[in-house]
């Protein structure tokens, strides 16, 4: 009885530099395997499909549970994270290819650098040190903090940005996940305190205003983030900050 | 400033779209109308519209420069897109896609529009209802002229939607969910009166 076999077609490159290709892979099947087990398997016997010795297919990985966001990568023309596709839900052969918004670093490997540099451009924190200890913060209601979780969820897995039609190589734009940080970090009764910093940070080049409203973001996420629900909000938070700024405002 | 120079371009872009030139649009189609009622009315209507008193203030202010800047701006925005409606074959996403297609057909649309009927006028030719039978008197031209005004009223009509976006007028899925409808139902409304008054000159 010959064992039944999973094929797949996965776009490889070398370095940084050099042009991207594909080589097609074929490795017995597993009850339950997802595709990171399927690449552990290649990475085991890197034997590519038409017998050849090749080397291992490089790709992240870290939490194995879709709460990290390092395993991403287009699979079947869909970004979304490896650890959660399970090779038996899956049209075959199974088509593995990096999240091209991204530098690719080699092969199913991308660099999300840009997204850590856009969380610290928006101040994507709670500034809460001082000389002297500042005591309690004031309370945040058990209802917003529920809603706000969601928005927690965020894993900077990049997803929503490879969807995005309006984050490629002819913008600067940061892309959804970003955004939608503000909005979690000005809905924290702390962290208001300096929503205006956050607010004319999105308000920059690149920013908020390079949305188009294709709502792939909030279609694609595995989160489930409201994300276009936050651009929205941003939106009318930044009309109102773009008119106090403009005019002044006595607070 | 308000805020950076792309967020303020993108607003006005986006205000623009809606104030002054989306009215003029609605005035525009409405005025038009008057031809399917019969061709006197219709040159009445226009005879009327050329003898606004401050015409070429009016024209510059309310028509030419909003559209030269929402024009130019708005080719600066579809052509930073990448778009990919074949792979996220989502309903907003195609309207994403079919918004830049329709902008820049109306764009030329409007190029070629003015150039048949404002700038002859210009030369001493006057605005009538036989000047516009004549120009859609060729089936080519027909066509030309129905593609093109569909056109611009769907930009008008999905613009609205992303002008309530943009501006954080609707920020729930069910506001947006409802303003989808209700923009459509504009889309269907002006398309009427648009298409009667075409087929009003032939």
């Excluded at chain 1, 660099?111 to 002297?132: C, E, H, N, Q």
């Excluded at chain 1, 939608?180 to 929503?195: D, I, Y």
């Excluded at chain 2, 030719?125 to 009223?153: K, Q, T, W």
């Amino acid at each position: 009885m010959t064992a039944k076999m999973v094929k797949f077609v996965i776009t490889r490159q070398d370095n940084p530099e050099t042009a991207p290709y594909t080589e097609e892979f074929e490795i017995p099947h597993r009850p339950n395997m997802n595709v990171i087990s399927a690449l552990m398997e290649i990475r085991r016997n890197p034997v590519n499909a038409k017998g050849e010795a090749t080397t291992p297919v490089t790709w992240e990985m870290n939490c194995l549970e879709e709460v990290c966001g390092a395993c991403s990568m287009v699979i079947n023309g869909k970004p979304r994270q490896s650890c959660t596709a399970l090779v038996d839900q899956l049209e075959q052969p199974i088509r593995l290819e990096p999240m091209k918004t991204f530098p690719v670093v080699r092969d199913l490997s991308i660099d999300r650098s840009r997204m850590f540099d856009a969380l610290k451009r928006v101040k994507a924190w709670i500034p809460i040190d001082g000389t002297y200890d500042l005591g309690p913060g004031p309370r945040m209601p058990e209802t917003k903090r529920q809603w706000a979780y969601e928005l927690s969820k965020c894993m900077t897995c990049g997803v929503c940005l490879e969807a995005c039609p309006n984050v490629n190589s002819n913008s600067d734009f940061i892309g959804p996940a970003p955004l939608s940080q503000v909005r979690l970090f000005n809905a924290h009764p702390t962290g208001e305190m300096n929503k205006e910093e956050r607010l004319n940070a999105i308000m920059d080049d690149g920013g908020l205003a390079e949305c188009g409203n294709s709502q792939n973001c909030v279609q694609s996420c595995p989160k489930g983030i409201p994300l276009t629900t936050s651009i929205a909000a941003l939106n009318r938070d930044t009309t109102f900050q773009a008119f106090k700024n403009f005019f002044g405002s006595d607070r | 400033m308000a805020g950076s120079k792309d967020f303020v371009n993108r607003r006005i872009h986006s205000l623009l779209g809606v104030i002054p030139i989306g009215l003029f649009l609605v005035q525009h189609l409405v005025v038009n109308h008057f031809a399917t009622k019969d061709a006197d009315a219709f040159n009445a209507a226009a005879h009327f519209m050329e003898n606004l008193p401050f015409r070429i203030f009016l024209e510059t202010f309310v028509i030419y420069l909003p559209i030269l800047f929402h024009a130019v701006y708005g080719l600066y925005i579809t052509f930073q897109a990448k778009n990919n409606v074949s792979r996220y074959g989502y309903f907003r996403n195609t309207m994403f896609l079919v918004q830049r297609v329709t902008g820049v057909i109306t764009l030329i649309f409007i190029a070629w529009h003015v150039w048949e009927t404002r700038v002859q006028a210009a030369f001493g030719h006057e605005v009538n209802f036989s000047m516009m039978a004549d120009i859609l008197s060729s089936p080519f031209m027909i066509a030309f002229y129905l593609i093109g005004v569909l056109s611009a009223v769907f930009h008008f009509a999905n613009g609205l939607w992303s002008f309530f976006v943009s501006w954080g007028l609707t920020v729930s899925p069910r506001s947006q969910k409802i303003s989808t409808y209700v923009t459509m139902g504009v889309f269907v409304l002006l398309a009427i009166v648009s298409v009667r008054t075409i087929f009003a000159f032939i």
